[in-house]
């Protein structure tokens, strides 16, 4: 089995050494293959094809292992792999999944127990705990509505605010949203990409750390007395919204919902409405690892920042943080005194990436001091630490990129997985992975990025 383990809880892999076997082995094996099956292909030395990948609208996985890359898909989308010339074989098939909509509240309610597959919060548990933190802690917590999600913002239902936390032990002027802040700024979001679940779960867990633990934890302590820290812990509302009505097995929505662009899309695990979020702002937009197929995860919409998420979320960026790098050239760096860290977490590649994403053969002009950040991180952490293209795959029109291109903001990309073999990898661990395995190996990754918000540029 590849390190990529299962994406679905319960799912067993079905390894084959053939090329592309299309059904699984003859002995027992589950769950069955059926035509509704999701099937993960580990495609031989595909690192150099990725950019074709891509154009041909697979749904290229968030994972690499060497030279080979991963592939989520039906069982028609193996004969295409064979047919385009590539090769490998079946790593794992998954259980077809139950789409029928769970008994969830309608969005708006507010009930912080709200919970699906074994635990994970939806995100009107989400914005409850928003709530109720700033309710307990008012000395430390303040709200902000930055904008709607596409559904909302069409008068759909099931749409939703876009919401974010800041968290500090509060002065006058704190929290506000003025890019000329007194204290630096560290930002961390989370379920851009929606089915990416953990992501989610770490930033809830990063919320209670610190809040509870102003006064008692000298480390938390001092980090909220001298920096604002932020949190979007839902990017997406929308497409977790999809995710979560899958209950005990979540619907791998990747992108938003938006349905504009077209929407005669099957609704499996690799055709689905909407826009990825993560390949739509307006830095390098449409070069790199995209697809113009309305249908494919990596469809990175009709324009730049075409998306309501992205420019609403954007629009929060500026209104935190000074526009500092001023050059118009991939390699004008911002000033060594610039402050602020934005970190974007994603899932499962185990690997902390940095700007630029779109490109790794181009380096920024503050290359150095990213990479030792970086370096530092993956030490934490256990993961690898390089240019998106240097360990996985280019990718354009990335919130990292963007927030380094226009503010000049130390920006990484953290992909929270597992490449320890522990069983707890893939889009929908289970849930009892979060406390035991996660949690503890992002918590000191996260301290040490927020302690680094005053002078990242000054790290070697």
């Given at each position: 089995?590849?390190?990529?383990?299962?994406?679905?809880?319960?799912?067993?892999?079905?390894?084959?050494?053939?090329?592309?076997?299309?059904?699984?082995?003859?002995?027992?094996?589950?769950?069955?293959?059926?035509?509704?099956?999701?099937?993960?292909?580990?495609?031989?030395?595909?690192?150099?094809?990725?950019?074709?990948?891509?154009?041909?609208?697979?749904?290229?996985?968030?994972?690499?292992?060497?030279?080979?890359?991963?592939?989520?898909?039906?069982?028609?989308?193996?004969?295409?792999?064979?047919?385009?010339?590539?090769?490998?074989?079946?790593?794992?098939?998954?259980?077809?999944?139950?789409?029928a909509p769970q008994p969830l509240a309608e969005a708006g309610?507010?009930?912080?127990?709200?919970?699906?597959?074994?635990?994970?919060?939806?995100?009107?548990?989400?914005?409850?705990?928003?709530d109720l933190v700033a309710q307990q802690h008012p000395d430390l917590v303040a709200n902000v509505t930055y904008g709607q999600s596409w559904r909302k913002s069409r008068g759909l239902a099931n749409g939703y605010d876009l919401r974010a936390i800041c968290i500090t032990k509060k002065q006058t002027g704190d929290c506000a949203l003025n890019p000329n802040s007194a204290k630096p700024r560290f930002f961390l979001m989370s379920q851009i990409h929606a089915r990416e679940i953990t992501t989610g779960d770490v930033s809830w867990r990063w919320i209670d750390y610190l809040v509870n633990g102003y006064g008692t934890d000298s480390t938390v302590t001092s980090l909220l007395n001298s920096t604002e820290v932020w949190i979007v812990p839902i990017m997406n509302p929308d497409g977790v919204d999809v995710v979560q009505r899958g209950g005990n097995t979540p619907i791998l929505q990747r992108k938003n919902v938006d349905n504009t662009n077209g929407g005669n899309c099957s609704g499996n695990g690799s055709s689905q409405v909407g826009v990825d979020l993560n390949r739509n702002a307006n830095t390098h937009?449409?070069?790199?690892?995209?697809?113009?197929?309305?249908?494919?995860?990596?469809?990175?919409?009709?324009?730049?920042?075409?998306?309501?998420?992205?420019?609403?979320?954007?629009?929060?960026?500026?209104?935190?943080?000074?526009?500092?790098?001023?050059?118009?050239?991939?390699?004008?760096?911002?000033?060594?005194?610039?402050?602020?860290?934005?970190?974007?977490?994603?899932?499962?590649?185990?690997?902390?990436?940095?700007?630029?994403?779109?490109?790794?053969?181009?380096?920024?002009?503050?290359?150095?001091?990213?990479?030792?950040?970086?370096?530092?991180?993956?030490?934490?952490?256990?993961?690898?630490?390089?240019?998106?293209?240097?360990?996985?795959?280019?990718?354009?029109?990335?919130?990292?990129?963007?927030?380094?291109?226009?503010?000049?903001?130390?920006?990484f990309t953290i992909e929270v997985g597992d490449n320890t073999g522990r069983g707890c990898g893939g889009f929908t661990p289970r849930f009892t992975c979060q406390a035991s395995f996660f949690w503890p190996k992002m918590r000191p990754a996260l301290v040490y990025a927020a302690q680094h918000a005053p002078s990242p540029y000054t790290t070697s």
């Open positions: 089995m590849s390190r990529y383990r299962a994406l679905i809880t319960g799912g067993i892999a079905a390894a084959a050494a053939a090329a592309f076997v299309l059904a699984p082995p003859s002995t027992t094996v589950q769950p069955t293959a059926t035509d509704a099956s999701t099937y993960v292909y580990r495609v031989t030395n595909a690192a150099t094809a990725a950019e074709t990948l891509f154009k041909d609208g697979f749904d290229v996985l968030e994972q690499r292992d060497g030279n080979d890359l991963f592939v989520l898909g039906t069982q028609k989308d193996g004969a295409r792999l064979k047919a385009a010339g590539f090769t490998g074989s079946l790593d794992q098939v998954l259980p077809a999944q139950d789409f309610v507010q009930d912080v127990n709200e919970t699906y597959d074994g635990g994970y919060h939806t995100v009107n548990a989400h914005y409850s705990h928003l937009w449409d070069t790199t690892g995209v697809s113009h197929n309305v249908c494919d995860q990596t469809y990175d919409g009709p324009r730049a920042d075409s998306e309501i998420e992205n420019t609403a979320l954007e629009g929060l960026f500026r209104n935190l943080f000074p526009a500092r790098r001023t050059g118009t050239g991939n390699s004008d760096p911002a000033p060594a005194d610039t402050k602020g860290v934005m970190i974007s977490m994603h899932s499962d590649a185990s690997m902390v990436l940095f700007p630029w994403q779109y490109n790794a053969n181009v380096h920024t002009g503050n290359d150095k001091p990213l990479r030792a950040m970086a370096k530092q991180m993956g030490t934490i952490t256990g993961y690898q630490s390089g240019q998106a293209g240097e360990i996985l795959y280019n990718a354009s029109g990335g919130t990292d990129d963007w927030t380094y291109d226009k503010l000049g903001v130390a920006s």
